[in-house]
């Protein structure tokens, strides 16, 4: 019976080694993945592009006609992103993205901005349209840097050098 009890504890002991290894296996494997991309309808989609201070960008294609705040309400819906939001409809403001909020409230602050088709804003989240075809960029910067996120908008991966 002794010897029953070491034989099923040696099994269970390599049974949570080979669990261990495989976990250790996908958490190192995920780390070195590329940024986040999700396809929710295809590339038809508007193209969706967050660029979080701390972490690989986070970029999705996202079908859908209405205003950045409806995409960015899609984008959570379907778990690629998370946000809060200040106000409703026209009046809505984007403050956090992913947790990542407001640095502060004096001029050298980072604040969430956005460039549509390469170009800045000039109209809030619950205004701003866009349709299939689109690109959407979110970059996390002070109030003096914020044309770099539409200036660079075309080559992304120029900006983050």
Do not use: H
Request: glycine share 8%.
């Amino acid at each position: 019976m002794t010897a029953n009890r070491k034989t099923i504890a040696r099994r269970v002991n390599m049974m949570k080694q080979i669990a261990l290894t495989i976990i250790l296996a996908t958490a190192i494997v995920a780390c070195g993945q590329e940024p986040q991309k999700s396809e929710i309808t295809g590339a038809d989609g508007v193209s969706l592009r967050v660029e979080l201070p701390d972490a690989a960008p986070i970029e999705a294609s996202v079908k859908i006609e209405g205003t950045v705040l409806d995409l960015m309400q899609k984008a959570s819906d379907e778990n690629l992103l998370t946000f809060k939001k200040e106000g409703d409809g026209e009046k809505a403001l984007i403050t956090t993205i992913q947790g990542v909020a407001p640095s502060s409230d004096d001029a050298k602050g980072k604040y969430w901005i956005y460039a549509v088709n390469g170009k800045m804003a000039n109209l809030g989240v619950g205004s701003m349209k866009v349709k299939n075809g689109d690109s959407v960029r979110w970059c996390y910067l002070t109030y003096e840097n914020r044309k770099s996120c539409g200036e660079s908008a075309a080559n992304p991966e120029e900006a983050a050098e």
